[in-house]
Nanobody
């Protein structure tokens, strides 16, 4: 059974850092991270393909980094210089086909339940 489980969320002060992990059962060609704040649409943040090629959305580039730990079968999202507007529920998602760099929610087939990130002083 396909399963994605996020971890690593929590509360952090502005300017701080967090590392989110997505543990995946099964092998996917593409895993991505999304977030959704209350009242807002779910937005794509970063993706990584099975070749290791990564895509990071412009609005978080330079602050967020995606990587894969093959041994642990996890995909990690390193977030730094966090701002209050980064507060959201963060989700990982996976798909088997299509352009991995196209980080649009409707193109992903499997989703985790999310982990909350709160940035506040």
């Amino acid at each position: 059974q396909v399963q994605l489980v996020e971890s690593g969320g929590g509360s952090v002060q502005p300017g701080g850092s967090l590392r989110l992990s997505c543990a995946a059962s099964g092998v996917f060609t593409c895993i991505a991270w999304f977030r959704q704040a209350p009242g807002k649409q779910r937005e794509g943040l970063a993706s990584i393909g099975d070749s290791g090629w990564t895509t990071v959305a412009e609005y978080v580039k330079g602050r967020f980094t995606i990587s894969r730990d093959a041994a642990e079968n996890t995909v990690n999202l390193e977030m730094s210089s966090l701002k209050s507007e980064d507060t959201a529920m963060y989700y990982c998602a996976a798909k088997y086909r299509g352009n991995c760099g196209y980080i649009v929610a409707g193109t992903f087939d499997y989703w985790g339940r999310g982990t909350q990130v709160t940035v506040s002083s």
